[in-house]
């Protein structure tokens, strides 16, 4: 690439645009994690990260990326030799059984064709046929990354209770939370996996778990061997307003300030923005003649828009051609939808403009790598956008 | 306004986007600026601006606006009484010349439409006119900022020449230099003058005086009362890498990183990158239907482009809507255009994709505020960015 | 200097020590400085500033150096020929009177030792003796950055109205303001010139004049050539939240950190600690064996002190050494102290941990040096720093 | 505390004070962690990153505190009941043994006194008498950084080589590394645990495992459970220039500019630095009439120096008080040394001043503290670091 000017899109879902003022907050110097000043943060932190989770109960902070915060979601409630029950969303769902069987549970995993979420009724069916209440937890991924695809999270949940099954109920909302409406107690979500990176709006560095009591219940038998995600210490510790172990201080004032920019702005003026711009991007697909991944309705994502290209295409071609000339970066297609497809991210800090110059950007790609698509998908954008 | 997400459109003709990297050079502690490290600073410094000037004698840096150095221009190389030719090409030209009368200058002010750049044979014929060279300086604004129209800096240099005319020849860069090919040696000029908050990509403080030899033998017997503006003392502080009051230190650091941005992109690449943009802004005002306020193919402003509304429309309503509704700053028409145009910046530290974005924004505001425009003006503007 | 490790020691009588919250605040993304949040800024901005100068009515604010906030003052309340009352107090006071006289006024200079502030019964004796009020100005350097000696304004006050006489009275507060007690209105100042860099602990750029007003008035009839730094239309344009030429934006954004700051720390205290840091660093340089420059108690400096040297030692020596080992910046001697004292600034964002390293580099530098002095220095001061 | 004016003394052993610089570089833009551009950063920081661990071997870079560090450098080279060999000496070298048997491992944990490192005697002896080779790995703490007491790493290679014993030898250097000389192949090491905080003079929020050949091996057939802080997937990705899952970017931003940091002073002089300033506060700790927590001359520590009090005193207080007046964090007694000790770190980003400053804020403490101390300890101090 030629040096670039202005600045760069970076619309992969994820790591999203930090903004200005939240890079200016983790370059504030680092102080003293046993201090009060410190203490008066992790505080106030504790406090404030709870609505954007949509949850009353305890939120466990990890110095970690996302992969680590599923990994304390699932050592901290079960035991070696656990069933639990998965659904193959995409690629991330896919990967978190991996690292469940890694970690000694027994998976069933539901198989999908990555165009659709998780359906309540194979949820509801495989609980219903689990007499003996072998399945310890059912484990979804709100917004799959992978596929632009959502799950139903409260769909889920009735039909578990549908069910009477007493499972747990671990939900991924890695690149959902802070941009797709979500609601851990309302929902009666067990543990809720999140990360900084996107909605958030931080940079990478820090792992999420809202905790509900029948999780820290279940946290106390539960026999996967654990001590770094270990839970106990952590909340133990956070009483006192303070961690067990030396936290990602920095990060945690841009979480302050990041959580602040949420409540400011209004949680559901937020959801409504990324549902807004998520219409507005399928607008414009459907006006290049192309397919949206996403196959339900209900399922499409506020958070990113997943693009199907006809076979003769590579979409990593258009990537690069999009990257080379006009400085954008988008998301690739992963596992056995590399190639197949390009996911532009429309989460975290981000608007009509931005959106706008995006499509722009993907629209010349596309005719720059040969795809024929009717140049109408920024105007038909556009026309969405022009609607509050 | 509702709270804004994403990031804000600056798209005035300046200041323009600061480079975060720049922000983050100014940010750095402020030093000596007696010292060693500031000296070696201001030393590298004295040299790198140069080139950006097209020349290889003295630029002076001082800490002020560009009108600072507007006045730096003319105290230093004027008398009181003196006579100088401006031209009425825009707003600038006429505070610049309010400014000379103001400082006790006799002011030769060719009117114009504002639509148009100074006139080389109106040049010629004023000069030649002149046969007692009472007339000691011609000022030039390069590129109006009000107006989106540009000087033809070197056609007025032959017409002067074509004279054999003694009169110095000072010229206002501040919305040009670094955007808008530039060269204050080859074109024989003598002071030009520049400001830190446009294609030099600083924020405002910094203001600039390119000082030929000419016009530095004019200064010693130059009888306009200066002191704070003075060159002498800082150029003989600057031969020894200082100033003779204390300067903007964190400007001259971010200086140091723009000019290096710019020498990395390469001058020629920077100018090509503005000529392109400002194409594709023209191609979608005029298949919105809508005028470009220049009406000289050879006078285009590579900086901004100035948009004439149709009458019955007041173009600050329309640059209010886009304001309140998308986060896009735009520029007012001023003095005798308020009301009657808005200014899209596209200068400085800018790519197509925020170019599309910026249009964008704009095509919707014009649509929002009841102004009847062709909605093919984003699509006409990406044709062109589809081409290098 | 090897590679330095750690933080340097910038304990020159200013620039200061920038706080790291100042200096991230003035790396926020510039905007728009005709829009809605600018004007937000300003107007807030021009009433907070307010109390730092001990005054209700107009503070000017400039891009410039403090030597443009010093012009200001003069062009703006002064005619050519107008005859000035200066009194050689430093370097500072001598060039602010060269200055003048550059500016068409006359100066009488009283001469001075530069150990000593003006007295103010000599200043009684002058205006007493001019009973045709030519005398149109009195000029007076708060706290002479040159020497560490301040001037009594209140009692110059006194002087000044026991006379009657009708002069003006100027102030250069550049180096006391934000450090050391002051008060505008409360002492009868007409113009108050101060700086950005000192006392309001941000980077250089910005330039100020606090206004009676008398000096309001009498700006309406001076008939000094101003233009650039003349009040009428900053302040014309600051009634509506603006400014009448690009302002210094991002130091705009600093200067609300700052004074926040300062709010925050409440300014009896900000004196407070000024002048404990003073008595600790002049405790040291007795019990070291040394002379502090100023010879008057009433006229100490909680800003800096200037320290005498045995006259076969040269100051600036000492001062390379320091800077090579400890690499720590002091003030030079100027004019004609050069080489004779050097200046140890203990003004702006400082403490007292701060000031024990300094004074530990100072007495080790004086050591290396071969300046025979009493390692008792550093005690002396902690003594002091141990009460509160 | 009143508002703290001046920069906060952060002398805790760690996290360090973190340079400006490095600071603003982690407040960049988080960038695309599968583009072509963060390939790049990573490329070179893997390489950049061994010359700090004397390492030509690979370097794991885990998004993880330095608690995280430890349990990577368990679970990827131990088997569920594995034995291992600890030595008590002091807090951190306690929870390390605590992890290890948390994880299933069989610790074997030699008693000590909390201020000696490892005796290599002990280990030789430890080891021959282990004939069956049950002992799987020893584990030593280079620097203790509840103690300020660091173990003979190479000593303890010496004697586990003397018995031709094959355990792996894992080394905990998170407080050592980058400020006390370290040689990770030299010295055979299988493992070297670090963190970001400390010497590498970065924010906490990464963890490091620099592998010997030998442990990589070890890692094929090493059977605890491990998911998040697996070598191979890490190691796979990184061949490539990439992780497994989103890696902390920003802070690797970070790391780069601190590695040059500690490159441009030179590793040896950044040891040579802190050697000598461990000297001048032992030198102040002695005037003062204290003792020194380590008391072996060959294990005192140059990262941080722990101070005993007197029985009566509660060093606690002596810590609140500083940090009350004089806006130090020093470091906490830990453990068993709760209230019996103060630590002062004096590692990472540091200077002659600052520890000054630092020492004039510990003597004037304990004096306010009614800890009876000879008030000569700064002098001490002094008179060492006036010789380089």
């Known amino acids: 690439m030629a040096t670039a000017s202005g600045r760069h899109f970076l619309q992969i879902p994820g790591p999203t645009n930090v903004p200005d003022n939240v890079l200016r907050a983790i370059s504030a110097p680092t102080i003293d994690h046993r201090g009060p000043e410190f203490r008066e943060l992790v505080v106030g932190l504790l406090d404030e990260v709870k609505p954007v989770f949509g949850t009353t109960r305890p939120v466990v902070i990890l110095p970690s990326s ?6 304390a979601a699932l050592v901290n409630t079960l035991s070696p030799g656990d069933r639990v029950l998965c659904f193959e969303t995409g690629h991330f769902a896919t990967l978190w059984q991996d690292m469940a069987r890694g970690l000694g549970l027994t ?82 979500v ?81 959801f409504a923005r990324h549902t807004r711009h998520a219409e507005a991007t399928r607008a414009a697909v459907r006006a290049w003649g192309l397919d949206v991944l996403c196959l339900d309705e209900r399922e499409h994502s506020g958070a990113l828009t997943a693009v199907l290209l ?35 991210g429309h989460l975290g800090h981000f608007n009509d ?13 596309l005719s720059l790598a040969g795809v024929k698509v009717d140049p109408a998908g920024v105007a038909a954008a556009l026309q969405r956008l022009e609607r509050p």
Not at 152 to 161: K, L, Q, S, T
Not at 314 to 338: E, H, Y
Request: charged share 25%.
């Open 353 to 365: 403009l931005t959106l706008a110059g995006t499509l722009a950007g993907v629209q010349m790609g």
């Open 190 to 270: 067990d543990v809720t996996v999140a990360g900084s990176q996107k909605g958030l709006m931080l940079p990478p560095g820090l792992g999420f778990n809202a905790v509900s009591d029948k999780a820290l219940r279940a946290s106390r038998d539960a026999g996967l061997t654990r001590s770094y995600f270990d839970w106990a210490p952590i909340l133990d510790a956070n009483e006192r307003g303070f961690f067990p172990y030396t936290p990602a201080t920095n990060l945690l004032y841009g979480l302050r300030e990041a959580l602040r920019m949420l409540d400011a702005e209004g949680l559901p003026n937020v």
């Open 107 to 188: 998976v069933d995993f539901v198989p999908g064709d990555w165009r659709h979420g998780v359906d309540p009724d194979a949820v509801a069916e495989r609980l219903a046929a689990d007499t003996a209440h072998e399945i310890k937890a059912v484990c979804v991924v709100h917004n799959e990354t992978s596929t632009g695809v959502t799950s139903r999270i409260a769909d889920v949940r009735r039909a578990i209770d549908s069910t009477g099954h007493p499972a747990l109920y671990l939900v991924d909302t890695i690149s959902s939370l802070g941009s797709i409406d979500y609601r851990h107690d309302e929902w009666g």
């Open 66 to 71: 996302g992969t680590g915060a599923w990994e």
């Open 310 to 344: 006809p076979e003769e295409h590579d979409a990593d071609q258009v990537r690069r051609i999009i990257l080379d000339r006009f400085d954008m970066s988008l998301g690739a297609g992963l596992g056995k939808l590399t190639g197949r497809i390009f996911r532009i």
